[in-house]
Nanobody, 121 residues
Framework: QVQLVESGGGLVQPGGSLRLSCAAS????????MNWYRQAPGKQRELVAT???????DYVDSVKGRFTISRDNAQNTVYLQMNSLKPWDTAVYYC???????????????WGQGTQVTVSS
């Protein structure tokens, strides 16, 4: 059984920083792309940042220059460093990963449970 467990959310003042982590565990052979999504109340879930297994990254325009996605392949973990946070960054943040399990040897998408990020004074 493979699962993604997120941590690092919370309440922060505008201009502050948070670092989200998402660790994959279970019977894992390899991990492909890893993404961070977010969903604000009443809005659709949006892709915030993506990182390939080779380390290539991309971001939605609204977070470029403020957020940084990274991964530790040895620890099966993806991070999202969020700086200069703004009230409209408030959302539930979800990690997503394409994971090849040792049993099936096929890539399957997995989602984390979500972590709340609230930016407010």
């Amino acid at each position: 059984q493979v699962q993604l467990v997120e941590s690092g959310g919370g309440l922060v003042q505008p201009g502050g920083s948070l670092r989200l982590s998402c660790a994959a565990s279970g019977s894992i052979f390899s991990i492909g792309v890893m993404n961070w999504y977010r969903q604000a109340p009443g809005k659709q879930r949006e892709l915030v940042a993506t990182i390939t297994s080779g380390g290539s990254t991309d971001y939605v325009d609204s977070v470029k220059g403020r957020f940084t996605i990274s991964r530790d392949n040895a620890q099966n973990t993806v991070y999202l460093q969020m700086n200069s946070l703004k009230p409209w960054d408030t959302a539930v943040y979800y990690c997503y990963a394409h994971i090849r399990g040792r049993v099936t040897m096929t890539f399957v998408p997995y989602w984390g449970q979500g972590t709340q990020v609230t930016v407010s004074s």
